[in-house]
Nanobody
Framework: QVRFVESGGGLVQAGGSLRLSCAAS????????VGWFRQAPDPDKGREFV??????????NYADSVKDRFAISRDTAENTVYLQMYNLKPEDTAVYYC??????????????????WGLGTQVTVSS
């Protein structure tokens, strides 16, 4: 089993940047694809896909709402996946979660593809 700790969240003004980290412990991170999802304050929105990366970094996917503003990457030696976020908007406010998928060759966009989850980190963007 793999365990995650997300970090890097905080309060930022619109137009600002943050870098989220998802650090893994337990089994080696390298065998999993990793995705970032977020849960906005509105409970009706559900946990939505943000970005994902395959185990070898060859495949990435992004939600249309963050494409060209967010970048996902992984450092296998550090057992960490990053989500660099630029030009943040108030609608990016959410708790951000990372998850691991055993479909390692894909960068899955569906929540059901992910088996292991962290506890999340809060991102708040003020207008």
């Amino acid at each position: 089993q793999v365990r995650f700790v997300e970090s890097g969240g905080g309060l930022v003004q619109a137009g600002g940047s943050l870098r989220l980290s998802c650090a893994a412990s337990g089994r080696t991170f390298g065998i999993y694809a990793v995705g970032w999802f977020r849960q906005a304050p509105d409970p009706d929105k559900g946990r939505e896909f943000v970005a994902a990366i395959s185990w070898d970094s060859r495949t990435t996917n992004y939600a249309d709402s963050v494409k060209d503003r967010f970048a996902i990457s992984r450092d296998t030696a550090e057992n960490t996946v990053y989500l660099q976020m630029y030009n943040l908007k108030p609608e990016d406010t959410a708790v951000y979660y990372c998850g691991a998928s055993t479909d390692r060759g894909y960068a899955a966009t569906l929540r059901g593809s992910y088996t292991y989850w962290g506890l999340g980190t809060q991102v708040t963007v003020s207008s």
